[in-house]
């Protein structure tokens, strides 16, 4: 007897009707969807929102800074990690920055599943959705008070480094061009502002939408 295989806009309706619809989905079914997927998703109050795929450029960027961060804190006793580390800004609210760390690897904030806090996140600044990172995420990140979040804006070629000043952000600085970013809770570590927007982007191709 044959038996008759869906259709692939079948088997596609059928995980649709299982999913929870936006609005309702719950921590723990956030959760379990991230676990088993690739893709980078984050939550907010029962939605999620699928974060476009990185370019090259952009993971160049935040693989730089995270080869950074760990040169500079490993031998503190510290910890840095890339996407998709998930972290946890509150109960039905979960980003997943492209960097973060914490100055302790013993931070009882870090978790194997999901960190519940962090010391500072770094976001590279996507060229289809800028403000997901200059204004969504610098709300998101001070309510779940890491103390320091920097923005690297390729479109721009500037890095603004935000402190936490009670319930918001403050601008320790934006920098430039032949500046130094630096930190404000890790004393001594800068980065030259040339050397990041100066990383050797893939060859032009007219098919791209580069950063």
Excluded: C
């Excluded at 039905?92 to 999901?114: C, F, H, I, Q, T």
């Excluded at 320790?172 to 050797?200: C, K, M, W, Y």
């Amino acid at each position: 007897m044959m038996i008759a295989t869906p259709s692939l806009g079948e088997y596609k309706q059928t995980i649709l009707d299982l999913l929870p619809n936006q609005g309702h989905w719950s921590d723990e079914e956030y959760l379990w969807l991230t676990d088993h997927t690739t893709r980078l998703v984050e939550f907010t109050d029962g939605n999620i929102e699928p974060l476009p795929m990185p370019t090259d450029l952009h993971q160049s960027i935040a693989e730089f800074f995270l080869f950074l961060f760990t040169s500079f804190l490993n031998p503190q006793g510290g910890k840095a990690h890339m996407a998709a580390v998930r972290l946890k800004i509150r109960r039905g609210k979960y980003r997943e920055p492209d960097v973060l760390l914490v100055k302790s690897a013993k931070d009882k904030r870090r978790r194997n599943r999901y960190w519940v806090g962090a010391d500072l996140t770094l976001e590279v600044v996507s060229k289809d959705k800028p403000e997901r990172d200059l204004v969504e995420k610098r709300g998101d990140y001070a309510e779940g008070k890491v103390p320091e979040y920097w923005i690297v804006n390729p479109q721009a070629e500037t890095i603004t480094v935000l402190r936490l000043d009670g319930a918001a952000y403050v601008e320790h600085g934006v920098f430039t061009r032949g500046q130094n970013a630096t930190s404000v809770i890790l004393p001594g570590f800068s980065v030259n502002v040339d050397e990041v927007f100066d990383i050797e982007a893939p060859p032009d191709n007219p098919d791209d939408d580069d950063e």
